[in-house]
Structures are given as structure tokens and as C-alpha cells.
């Protein structure tokens, strides 16, 4: 298990989520009366403002409820993009139940639960979908603003960043000995404090190449960045393929293309 370092599935960002989303709906709600808010929570003799404020804690319970899940689930594995939506969509789903569950009861079921669920569900997506952007884009400034003063500006060293442009690790050239592509994401093999590590990050060699090739790293197959520093030897392997051995036990033999190899042995 790991520290959650993403802002929008941190302890904060449950907090802020639990308070300020229900907070701005009501206000919204009760000073605008959108998307026929008026006509749904007007019922019997209990005022709008009344059934507003219960249907508003209501989202507050469900989020409050919700999101220490998200957070749990972030300590273990990344969450991306499209999968924090869909769980904020979820957030919104859940609180519409409930609320439709409170205005079925309100009105002694004189409308069906799925109907009143239906209009629930589109009153609160035109609601929230306001708080929940302001909300994300805040956060996510405030994290890119904590990195940009976290890390020093030393042009020396190597920032990689996620297909989503969000700067996940910054080392220095002279500590990476190989980078590996694989499908969608590329490995990055470095020595941290003397131990060998891996980083697996979600990007391209593509994308990746001329930060890279600028920061000493040299291409020797379609698949793999090498830092020549820590080739060993550079041979034929049982099969007739060109390969580097690394001076660091425990690691693959990196494949060599023919097309890099000249350019690679005048390196060592």
C-alpha cells in the first residue's frame, strides 16, 4: 500500500467534495430554482426551501460515504481520468436514489419511484456537474502549482510526464540506466540511493524521444532507451541477435537494432 499523492482522490479532496458540492447546490437551488427544482420539491405543505435543504444533506451523506472508498482505492492503484468521471458520475447516481427514495416517500408514492428517479437524476447532474468542474480544476491547478514549487528548475534534469501532461518523476539523467516500452506504458529502470528501482509510467517512446536524446539517453531498439554508462559489453547472443549486458546484475540483455548499433559501440 502507498501514500495517495493524487489531489483529486485525496483526504482533502473527499472533504472539500463532501462540503462544497452539496453547499453550492443548495444555494444555487433554492436562490435560481433551475431545472424545475421548484415543481419537484414543493410538496404537500412542507416549503421548497425545507425538502431542498433535506435532499441536499442527503448528497452530502451520500458523498461523505462514497468517497473514503475512492480514496482506499486510490492508495492502491492509480486512478485515471475517465474512471475518476465515471466515479464522480456514480457520486451522482447514488445521492439521486436516495433523494428520489425521500420525495417518493414525501408524496406517499402518488408517483412511480423510477419516474421521480429519472427527474432526480437530471436535476442533479444540471446541479452539480458545476461544483464537481470547479472542483476538479482547482485541484488540479493546486497540485500542478505544489509540483512546479516542489521541484527545483534545473534544466539538468529528466521530467517525465503521463499522457495527461501531469509530471510524474523527475531524475537525473546520469541515474537511468534503461527505459523499456511495453504497450501503452514505458518502464523506467534507475538507481535511487544505489538500489535499482522501476518506474512504470503511462506514455510513449514517441512522446518521450527528444527529452531523452537531448538528456544523453541513446535509442537501440524500437522498444528501448540505453544509457551507455552502464553497458557492459556488447555481444551475440545464442541466437545471433546483438545485445547489451548491463554492469548491474539481475537485468535483461538489452536488444540492439543493427541500425543503432554503430552508433551505440562509438559510444563506449
Given at each position: 500500500?502507498?501514500?495517495?499523492?493524487?489531489?483529486?482522490?485525496?483526504?482533502?479532496?473527499?472533504?472539500?467534495?463532501?462540503?462544497?458540492?452539496?453547499?453550492?447546490?443548495?444555494?444555487?437551488?433554492?436562490?435560481?430554482?433551475?431545472?424545475?427544482?421548484?415543481?419537484?420539491?414543493?410538496?404537500?405543505?412542507?416549503?421548497?426551501?425545507?425538502?431542498?435543504?433535506?435532499?441536499?444533506?442527503?448528497?452530502?451523506?451520500?458523498?461523505?460515504?462514497?468517497?473514503?472508498?475512492?480514496?482506499?482505492?486510490?492508495?492502491?492503484?492509480?486512478?485515471?481520468?475517465?474512471?475518476?468521471?465515471?466515479?464522480?458520475?456514480?457520486?451522482?447516481?447514488?445521492?439521486?436514489?436516495?433523494?428520489?427514495?425521500?420525495?417518493?416517500?414525501?408524496?406517499?408514492?402518488?408517483?412511480?419511484?423510477?419516474?421521480?428517479?429519472?427527474?432526480?437524476?437530471?436535476?442533479?447532474?444540471?446541479?452539480?456537474?458545476?461544483?464537481?468542474?470547479?472542483?476538479?480544476?482547482?485541484?488540479?491547478?493546486?497540485?500542478?502549482?505544489?509540483?512546479?514549487?516542489?521541484?527545483?528548475?534545473?534544466?539538468?534534469?529528466?521530467?517525465?510526464?503521463?499522457?495527461?501532461?501531469?509530471?510524474?518523476?523527475?531524475?537525473?539523467?546520469?541515474?537511468?540506466?534503461?527505459?523499456?516500452?511495453?504497450?501503452?506504458?514505458?518502464?523506467?529502470?534507475?538507481?535511487?540511493?544505489?538500489?535499482?528501482?522501476?518506474?512504470?509510467?503511462?506514455?510513449?517512446?514517441?512522446?518521450?524521444?527528444?527529452?531523452?536524446?537531448?538528456?544523453?539517453?541513446?535509442?537501440?531498439?524500437?522498444?528501448?532507451?540505453?544509457?551507455?554508462?552502464?553497458?557492459?559489453?556488447?555481444?551475440?547472443?545464442?541466437?545471433?541477435?546483438?545485445?547489451?549486458?548491463?554492469?548491474?546484475?539481475?537485468?535483461?540483455?538489452?536488444?540492439?537494432?543493427?541500425?543503432?548499433?554503430?552508433?551505440?559501440t562509438r559510444l563506449l
Amino acid at each position: 500500500m502507498s501514500k495517495n499523492k493524487d489531489i483529486l482522490v485525496s483526504g482533502a479532496s473527499t472533504i472539500l467534495h463532501s462540503i462544497i458540492i452539496p453547499v453550492f447546490a443548495l444555494v444555487f437551488t433554492i436562490a435560481y430554482k433551475p431545472f424545475g427544482t421548484y415543481e419537484l420539491l414543493q410538496i404537500g405543505q412542507t416549503s421548497f426551501s425545507f425538502n431542498a435543504t433535506i435532499c441536499f444533506c442527503i448528497i452530502a451523506i451520500s458523498i461523505i460515504l462514497t468517497r473514503p472508498w475512492l480514496y482506499i482505492l486510490g492508495r492502491y492503484k492509480k486512478i485515471v481520468r475517465p474512471v475518476y468521471a465515471i466515479w464522480c458520475l456514480g457520486e451522482v447516481v447514488i445521492a439521486s436514489l436516495f433523494v428520489s427514495l425521500y420525495i417518493a416517500l414525501m408524496m406517499h408514492r402518488a408517483v412511480p419511484f423510477f419516474e421521480v428517479a429519472g427527474t432526480s437524476f437530471a436535476m442533479l447532474v444540471g446541479i452539480s456537474i458545476f461544483p464537481y468542474a470547479i472542483l476538479w480544476s482547482g485541484l488540479e491547478l493546486y497540485a500542478k502549482n505544489k509540483e512546479s514549487e516542489e521541484i527545483p528548475d534545473d534544466n539538468s534534469l529528466i521530467r517525465f510526464y503521463d499522457e495527461y501532461k501531469k509530471l510524474r518523476l523527475v531524475i537525473a539523467p546520469e541515474a537511468v540506466m534503461f527505459i523499456k516500452s511495453e504497450e501503452n506504458y514505458v518502464q523506467i529502470h534507475y538507481i535511487d540511493a544505489g538500489r535499482t528501482k522501476k518506474f512504470v509510467l503511462r506514455s510513449s517512446m514517441r512522446a518521450l524521444e527528444e527529452t531523452l536524446a537531448k538528456r544523453g539517453l541513446v535509442r537501440c531498439h524500437r522498444s528501448y532507451f540505453i544509457n551507455p554508462e552502464y553497458i557492459k559489453i556488447i555481444h551475440r547472443d545464442s541466437s545471433g541477435l546483438i545485445v547489451a549486458e548491463l554492469k548491474q546484475d539481475g537485468f535483461e540483455s538489452i536488444p540492439i537494432s543493427k541500425k543503432y548499433h554503430e552508433e551505440i559501440t562509438r559510444l563506449l
